[in-house]
Nanobody
Framework: QVQLVESGGGLVQPGGSLRLSCVASGIIFSSFDMAWHRQAPGKERELVAT???????HVADSVQGRFTISRNNVESTGYLQMNSLKPEDTAVYYC?????????WGQGTQVTVSS
């Protein structure tokens, strides 16, 4: 059974940093693209960043220069380093792994940016 477990969310002041983790089990993590999405209250889920198995990354324009996606294939873990956080970054953050058959999602971790 495939499981993705996110952690690292919390309450942070504007300008602060957080590092999210996503631990995968039941899947050959190193074989698949991984992504982070987020969903703010009343808004659609949006793509934040993606990373290929070999480390090629893409981040959304809204977080360019502030967020960095990375992965450790040995530990089956993906990361999202978030710096210079803004109130508009407040959302539930989800990790996703895309296989040829389907997408797998974690349960999400809440990030709240507020003073």
């Amino acid at each position: 059974q495939v499981q993705l477990v996110e952690s690292g969310g919390g309450l942070v002041q504007p300008g602060g940093s957080l590092r999210l983790s996503c631990v995968a089990s039941g899947i050959i993590f190193s074989s698949f693209d991984m992504a982070w999405h987020r969903q703010a209250p009343g808004k659609e889920r949006e793509l934040v960043a993606t990373i290929t198995p070999h480390g090629i990354t893409h981040v959304a324009d809204s977080v360019q220069g502030r967020f960095t996606i990375s992965r450790n294939n040995v530990e089956s873990t993906g990361y999202l380093q978030m710096n210079s956080l803004k109130p508009e970054d407040t959302a539930v953050y989800y990790c996703r792994i895309r296989t040829t058959i389907r997408d797998y999602w974690g349960q999400g971790t809440q990030v709240t940016v507020s003073s």
